[in-house]
Structure formats: C-alpha cells, structure tokens
C-alpha cells in the first residue's frame, strides 16, 4: 500500500513556465515533507522541505504548498528551466521516539522542461 | 557542505559470494543513517535505519540476516549483501542526517551503488 502517491508518472513543461508537481499521502502521522531531484544512477538531491505545521515554503524558484486536510502538496517551479529536468521525488516522514524516521518516497515525477 | 560518499559506485560479483558497500559523511557527523534499495523505475525503499553504536532497525520484509549493517563511527556505516543472489541485484543508496541538528528530517544521500550479481 503506497503511503506516499506521485499519480503523474512525466510531465513536460515548456522552458519559461511553470512546472506543477503534485504528491498525495495517506499517513496522516507524516509531520514533514521533503521533494528531491534525482538523476539516473545517482543519490536524490535535497531541494526544498515543509513541516506539517505550515502551509508554503518558498527557496528561490522553488515553492512548496501543503494542504493538511486534503493530505496533498504540491511543488511549484517557476520559471522552469532546462537544467531542472530531472525526476523528483516526493518523501514524508514522521517523529518517534528517538529521532525522525526513514523517509517514504513516492514513484517519483520524471519532468521534462522543452526549450 | 553535507557531503555523503559512497563505495564502490557499481559492483559485479558472483550468485553466493558477499559484498560490502561502505557509506561515509564526509563533511559531517552522521548518529543516524539509512539505507534505501531502488529497483529500475521504481521508487526508493527504506531498508534500515542505523544508529552509531547500536544494532540497525529494518524494515519489515527486509532479512536482517542477509543485509548486515554496521554502523562503527560516526561517519562510516556499512551494508554487506550475504550470499548474494541474482534478485539482489538493484541500486542501494545511504543517506546520513547531521547530529547537529538532532530533530532534523533532512538526509544528505550518497551518489548510491548498483549492484549486479550474475
């Protein structure tokens, strides 16, 4: 059961514009969530992250937007570039005990940015 | 900064012999540690969490016996694939999160290691 869900397996932007990328999650114990970019046969990259007790983060072109109640969030990139196409990753994890845990991560968006 | 390693970054080894991937922050101290497996167009899965000095937490479904974990220092923790078989074969990657900030959620992940058992 995929506590974590990327339902756009691609998405293709034009250079300029902007790339949404949405990320829904079951868990209502997740209390923080993380997007990162990932290149083939490489380690994710960190990009942006926002606790539950928020609702938008912003760093630079990157913005993210948490809707508690409808357990959905989303990344927004703005102005896309062609340096950004990549697959991104959206991961949630939650607090216990000793520390937080080991992330959840979704199928992953493979975004495509057309010059 | 938040630098993580990873060696070696591809492997090739025979159906029933062992490897070991090392997993090191370079840049950072590191109490807790995790190691993630990623199959071909799939997402990445937890496999364990590893605290220096103490005996990894696995995930439910992943065999303990076969993925040994050891996490020695603060800025090394190892994973040896036992008796490897053909379906072991994906890409596993650590992450490490710096003791500094001891109620972060972020993880600083390695390049990762594909490792292919014929």
């Known amino acids: 059961d995929q506590q974590v869900k990327q339902n756009s397996p691609s998405l293709s932007v034009q250079e300029g514009r902007i790339s949404i990328l949405n990320c829904d999650y079951t868990?209502?114990?997740?209390?923080?969530f993380l997007w990162y970019k990932k290149y083939p046969a490489e380690g994710p990259t960190f990009l942006i992250s926002?606790?539950?007790?928020?609702d938008k983060n912003e760093d630079g072109r990157f913005t993210v937007f948490l809707n508690k109640s409808a357990k959905h969030l989303s990344l927004h990139i703005v102005p896309s570039q062609p340096g950004d196409s990549a697959v991104y990753f959206c991961?949630?994890?939650?607090?216990?005990?000793?520390?937080?845990?080991?992330?959840?991560f979704g199928k992953g968006t493979h975004l495509i940015i057309q010059p | 900064g938040a630098v993580v390693s990873q060696h070696p970054s591809w492997v090739i080894c025979k159906s029933g012999t062992s490897v070991k991937i090392e997993c090191r922050s370079l840049?950072?101290?590191?109490?807790?540690m995790f190691w993630y497996r990623q199959f071909p167009k799939q997402s990445l899965m937890l496999m364990a969490t590893?605290?220096?000095?103490?005996?990894?937490?696995?995930e439910q479904g992943v065999e303990k016996d076969k993925f040994l974990i050891n996490h020695a220092s603060l800025t090394l923790s190892t994973l040896t694939v036992t008796s490897a078989h053909p379906e072991d074969s994906s890409f596993y990657i650590c992450?490490?999160?710096?003791?500094?900030?001891?109620?972060?959620?972020?993880?600083?992940f390695g390049p990762g290691t594909r490792l292919t058992v014929t």
């Open positions: 992450s490490a999160r710096d003791r500094r900030w001891a109620g972060a959620y972020e993880q600083y």
């Open positions: 868990n209502s114990m997740f209390d923080y």
């Open positions: 926002i606790s539950s007790i928020k």
């Open positions: 991961a949630a994890s939650a607090y216990s005990g000793g520390g937080a845990d080991g992330l959840t």
């Open positions: 840049d950072f101290q590191a109490t807790t």
């Open positions: 590893s605290n220096e000095g103490s005996k990894a937490t696995y």
